[in-house]
């Protein structure tokens, strides 16, 4: 009951809604400083050749105009031109490096996107916004039914890695296709989410899958991927402000009025089973798809030297190696963009700026054990 309390309107709850979001936002952005900046490392990937001229302080600038405003944000009441400005900087910032396309950015800016156009309407937001959950937990799960989330996810990472279970014992018990409850809960759930007249119970146990998420690959777990950590808190946090009231019956001329955000986040997905849309821009989050990036290198190489990988790898015998996931996780807390493009791309820089008679770069596709050399 306290809930209700503060979200004595519809206004009130959108209000809390945008400082949720800016909150969260400032956090991983500040954590996550160096995918926002130029001075790094890992290479910066714009989507047009012509961007690569950009000078370094507009990134630096973009970088530091999107912290002010949401801190501005979270500071006075909710402002459409200051949502524009951070709108902006964000959008402008994304199209300077591929790799700031991260499934919580895309978040971020859809729910920002909302509130901007229907600033004066906080029912449509909170309609929008479950929608957007709804579309967000049901292609998270269909992305799961295959052969590589339960191979590499499920089992190496949940059941060795994480619980420690031995490999005889999940083969007598045959726990591999256990793993396939996993999506199916995330579909049931988002389906419930839509139909049911029931929605806050549902975003309890919603809640309770991100709180599990963050046991699982938290500070006190795997210790994996911690710029996602805030992302669940912030969906945890979200779900409580959406659900805290009843959510309004959904009508014809919602639907009719709105028919762009559908097809943005129902239609325009399934593109990505085909592989015609990113898979970051479908949610398709821990699936256990898309490829792997070794790098082959010569162990003379300083500059990378502390991305090194330890241990023998298969496809770089006798040479030094790096895993671009890893990499990309511990200088700039974001994953790789996993398109094949973007591989290219980064691949192409990569040799430019550290020529190597040895180097080798191969892509590995842990589900159809694929392998080739770009």
């Not at 001329?253 to 990113?278: A, D, E, I, K, S």
């Not at 015998?317 to 700039?332: D, H, K, M, P, R």
């Not at 040799?351 to 596709?365: G, S």
């Amino acid at each position: 009951m306290h809930i209700k309390k503060i979200f004595v309107s519809e206004n009130q709850q959108t209000i809390y809604l945008i400082k949720v979001v800016a909150f969260f936002w400032l956090i991983t952005k500040i954590w996550s400083y160096k995918t926002w900046i130029a001075d790094r490392r890992y290479p910066l990937i714009p989507p047009s050749d012509v961007l690569k001229y950009i000078p370094d302080f507009l990134h630096l600038f973009l970088f530091g105009l999107s912290l002010l405003t949401l801190l501005i944000i979270l500071l006075i009441k909710k402002n459409r031109i200051l949502l524009i400005v951070l709108f902006s900087s964000e959008l402008l910032s994304c199209s300077l490096d591929m790799v700031r396309w991260q499934p919580w950015e895309y978040m971020y800016m859809c729910m920002l996107l909302i509130v901007i156009i229907n600033f004066h309407k906080p029912k449509n937001i909170l309609l929008l916004i479950h929608l957007f959950l709804v579309s967000m937990y049901l292609f998270s799960g269909l992305h799961k039914f295959n052969r590589g989330f339960l191979s590499s996810v499920w089992l190496n990472t949940a059941l060795i890695n994480f619980f420690g279970v031995p490999m005889g014992f999940i083969l007598k018990y045959k726990l591999f296709f256990v793993g396939l409850l996993i999506p199916i809960v995330e579909v049931v759930s988002a389906v419930l989410l839509f139909i049911s007249k029931s929605k806050k119970k549902i975003s309890y146990f919603l809640i309770f899958i991100h709180i599990s998420i963050l046991i699982f690959i938290g500070p006190f777990g795997l210790k994996y991927n911690s710029v996602v950590w805030f992302w669940n808190l912030a969906l945890i946090f979200i779900l409580i402000v959406i659900y805290a009231e009843p959510i309004k019956r959904l009508d014809k001329n919602m639907f009719v009025g709105n028919w762009y955000w559908l097809g943005l986040w129902f239609l325009m997905p399934l593109f990505t089973f085909f592989g015609y849309r990113y898979q970051y821009f479908s949610f398709s989050l821990y699936s256990g798809k898309g490829d792997q990036m070794y790098i082959c290198i010569s162990e003379n190489n300083n500059e990378l030297r502390p991305y090194f990988e330890h241990g023998v790898n298969r496809f770089c015998e006798g040479t030094s190696y790096i895993n671009l996931q890893n990499w990309a996780l511990e200088e700039i807390k974001s994953a790789p963009i996993p398109e094949t493009e973007i591989y290219k791309k980064i691949a192409a820089y990569i040799r430019w700026k550290y020529p190597d008679n040895k180097m080798k770069i191969i892509l590995y596709n842990p589900q159809t054990q694929k392998i080739v050399e770009l």
